[in-house]
């Protein structure tokens, strides 16, 4: 007795009733662990109409799944999501490299199914990059489980890890060259008989000879078909099993199509055969498609440098003082390394030994040298350039800025404008409108002309393909985000492409914006019975509490000094009690004092309690060297510049007259700004320039906000867009840069819309052959591809 068939593979059960799945409410056997995994997974993904419509049984599982969950769950490992796991409050994130992307559409798929999913909090895929960014709740999901639901709809993900990463595109690119080289190989044999036979050389060859010749071509043509078009159909599939026709699908119906009608008419010795058009226009397309597909990653390169900075190895400092080389992802939290002169930094760390300059130009764009001494902080990537240096470790893995940058980028790569939600949609629509007209096409043709019907009809399906359209704008904000990254510019938040083009109106915060924000104490006057050293150690004691710019300029002793119920009032003040008695520190308004004649017209803090003035403090701040430029190239770009300051002193009159700005408020609150910036707001799109901590309630009520932002303070930034180097004139950069990115999409998608539109009437009518139909749907793709590629060009 014959044992009964796997439900999944075909194989033979010989292990009775052990594994089973419910399929369509009856309980099917599966022949091991495997199957059962896999089909399962198919079921739980809602995918059951798999099993309806398979032409092929499954492949068998027993090596491949158990090994494969043993692979997922290796990635729940604390050990081993160091390297590419980020936590931030209750959510965990990292970024996947997913196998498989081939369009827009696949991206939908992941997202439409992973959102879905419990435990998972937002994903978002690039389909130019071939990466998702996902957030999840570990207590709800482990990673191995998002990685299983993915594989589960035909994807296969993994960590993002760059070493690995080009690893699988060398790999993936070798495997396209060969589906590509024999695509070209079987076009030329058969297009050796197909033009022999179109020239009308063998116009008196015998039907046996023209039968034979028909039989070699249909031969030389089933490789391209079923092993180089593979890429098409497996698209296509998993967008049908979704419920959702992709730009693949025409794809695969004109190949399909086209080489059944041939091999129908060549079994039956009678009708046209196509089996040229076939091999050719799979030839174009993946010719196609290998070139978007090295442009795609060439978009994606400038993100991928970035880790590469970081050096493989560290020399650990031990307790006795012995210097050993270990690999860098052997660093832990509070390890001492020591780098030398010339060697990258290797981890986030405080300096405890040394001073020297270091290069930052991989964060910032600046490749002035900054210098680093006692208790400086130094990032992973940048690189020592003079003395030796010896540094804790603060932060590693990816805790570390540059992961950090990494992310941030990344999300901004992700972050669809509206306009590609919109394209994403019209695609769908767009599929299904394009089968529509084949499907009148063919029928109109068939009854007129009857003998052109087949491959006019090929010729639709094949030339409106709207990869062009899904590409228009994804490939143009990954080159945009790129080119951010080399200026040291992060954009934090969705929408920063969008709104940066429309900005008339920019207002400043003045310290630590518009000037240094290094601001010193010039002078000082005690009253009353203290001295001015005693005054100093209590205002110290007090700015230890805040995050404002003005703080750093205190640098008294408060050891011995205890603060408590200290309040920040942003804008006015820092209040508390110092050893139990009650101080306020802040304007003159604030500390319910008169200003000091002598210092009316300078940055004065005043320190006051109940008995009334303490002492006041004159205080200094550079203006940054590039204020002016940033402020006349803004002006020249038609944008309107206004400072609004929470000093109320006549050091921002001073600002404003060093910068020809006429627009100037003075002695504001957060709330006073948030004011302003709305007031603006309703006249003319309005960006307001922060330092992204002290300003942070302004910042996240305005319509675009910018910061300046250094080391630690990028990830508590409430700013939409962050510039890492200390140059303003960046943020002009920015501007041209989002006006170009827009303006190359909408050219794209001109360019994109025109070409369908353009060809639709001809290939209807019957005047482009199939091959011809491929090269210019591949010649689209690419034209899109390559306009978006221009940004990475653009010298700043």
Known sequence: MSNPSCFHCAEPVTTGSQFTTLIDNQAQLMCCPGCQAVSQAIIDSGLTNYYKYRTEPGSKQTALVPEELNHYSAFDLPEVQQDFVHQQDQLSSTSLTIDGITCAACAWLIEHKLKHV?????????????????????????????????????????????????????????????????????????????????????????????????????????????????????????????????????????????????????????????????????????????????????????????????????????????????????????????????????????????????????????????????????????????????????????????????????????????VAEYIDTISNYFTWTILVIAALTYLIWRIYWPEDAFWVTLSVLVATCPCALALATPTAVTCATGLFTRLGIVAKKPGVFEKLPAIKQVVFDKTGTLTCGALTIESMQSYQSLTDIEALNIATALESQSLHPLAAAFNGDSSKLKVTEAKNLPGLGISGKVNGLQYTLGSAAFCNVEQTNQVKDKQTVYLANDSGLLAHFVVVDQLREDALKAVNELRQQGISTSIASGDSSAHVNQVAQALNISDVHKNMTPAAKLALIQQYDQTSPTAMFGDGINDAPVLAGANLSIAMGSGAHVTKNSADLVLLSNQLARFADAIKIAKLTQQIIKQNLWWALGYNLFIIPLAVTGHVVPYIAAIGMSASSLIVVANSLRLLKVKL
Not at 119 to 124: D, E, P, T, Y
Request: negative net charge; hydrophobic residues 45%; charged residues 20%.
């Open 118 to 418: 419990e435990g998972v909090a937002s994903i978002k895929v690039n389909s130019t990059t071939e990466r998702a960014q996902i957030k999840w709740d570990n207590s709800q999901i482990n990673l191995s489980a998002i990685l299983s639901q993915i594989s589960a709809i035909g994807y296969q993900a993994s960590p993002y890890q760059v070493d690995e990463q080009e690893k699988q595109s060398k790999e993936n690119s070798r495997k396209f060259l060969l589906r590509l080289g024999l695509a070209g190989f079987a076009t030329m044999q058969v297009m050796m008989f197909a033009l022999a036979l179109y020239s009308e050389y063998f116009t008196d060859l015998e039907v046996e000879y023209r039968d034979y010749f028909r039989w070699v071509s249909m031969i030389f043509a089933a490789p391209v078909v079923f092993y180089s078009a593979q890429p098409f159909y497996f698209s296509a599939i998993r967008g049908m099993l979704a419920g959702r026709l992709n730009m693949d699908v025409s794809v695969s119906i004109a190949i399909c199509g086209a080489y059944i009608a041939s091999c129908i008419a060549t079994v039956q010795g009678t009708g046209e055969v196509y089996f040229e058009s076939v091999s050719m226009f799979t030839f174009f397309l993946l010719l196609g498609r290998y070139l978007e597909q090295n442009a795609r990653q060439k978009a994606a390169m400038s993100a991928n440098n970035l880790h590469k900075l970081v050096p493989v190895t560290a020399n650990m400092v031990d307790d006795s003082g012995v210097v050993t080389e270990i690999p860098a992802k052997q660093l832990k939290v509070g390890m001492h390394v020591l780098v030398k002169p010339g060697d990258a930094i290797p981890a986030d760390g405080i300096v405890i030994e040394g001073e020297t300059g270091v290069n930052e130009a991989m964060l910032t764009g600046e490749q002035t040298p900054v210098i680093k001494s006692l208790t400086s902080e130094v990032y992973a990537g940048t690189i020592n350039l003079d003395h030796p240096l010896t540094f804790t470790v603060t932060a590693v893995g990816q805790d570390q800025l540059v992961s950090e940058i990494m992310r941030m980028q990344e999300e901004a790569a992700n972050n669809k404008p509206k």
